[in-house]
C-alpha cells in the first residue's frame, strides 16, 4: 500500500484551543483521524505527525524519500520564515501538497509568502481540516492516477 507523511508545523499542537475563529474548534487529533480515514478508504497509508521544532521537521522531511510515496505538510509559521525546510524538501524526490487552515492570503502580509510553495505541485489554504482531506485525495491520484 502506498505510504504518504503529513507534517504538521510549530503551534498546530494547540488547535481547538488556538485562535478558533482562524483556526477552526477541531483539534489535531480529529484532523489526524479525517486523513487516516481518508487514507483507508482510497488505500493510502498515513503517517501523520507534529512538531514545534525547526530541526525535528528537516529531520521528518531528509527521511520521507526512505519509505513515502507523497508528502503533506502544513508547516505553520515555518511556511513564512524557513529556508530549512525549503532546502530539506528540495532534496525529496516525491510529490508535496503544501496546506494550510486558514486563507493566508486574507491575513497579515508576512503570512502572504511561503517558502514551501516552490516545492509544492499544489497548495491548498483557507479550507480548514478539509484541505487535508483533500490533499489527501489529490495524493493519492498523484501517486496511482
Ligand atoms: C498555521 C499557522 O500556524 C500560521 O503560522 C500560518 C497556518 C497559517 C494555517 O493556516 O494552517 O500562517
Not at 97 to 125: K, Q, W
Request: aromatic residues 6%; charged residues 20%; proline residues 3%.
Amino acid at each position: 500500500m502506498p505510504r504518504i507523511l503529513i507534517l504538521n508545523g510549530p503551534n498546530l499542537n494547540l488547535l481547538g484551543t488556538r485562535e478558533p475563529d482562524v483556526y477552526g474548534r477541531e483539534t489535531l487529533g480529529d484532523i489526524q483521524s479525517l486523513c487516516e480515514s481518508a487514507g483507508k478508504e482510497i488505500g493510502l497509508d498515513v503517517d501523520f505527525r507534529q512538531s514545534n521544532h525547526e530541526g525535528e521537521l528537516v529531520d521528518w522531511i531528509q527521511q520521507a524519500s526512505t519509505g513515502f510515496d507523497g508528502l503533506i505538510i502544513n508547516a505553520g509559521a515555518y511556511s513564512h520564515t524557513s529556508v530549512a525546510l525549503l532546502d530539506a524538501l528540495r532534496s525529496v524526490d516525491i510529490p508535496i501538497i503544501e496546506v494550510h487552515l486558514s486563507n493566508i492570503y486574507a491575513r497579515e502580509d508576512f503570512r502572504h509568502h511561503s517558502f514551501i510553495s516552490a516545492v509544492a505541485y499544489g497548495i491548498i489554504c483557507g479550507l480548514g481540516s478539509h484541505g487535508y482531506v483533500l490533499a489527501v485525495e489529490a495524493l493519492a491520484k498523484k501517486i496511482a492516477p
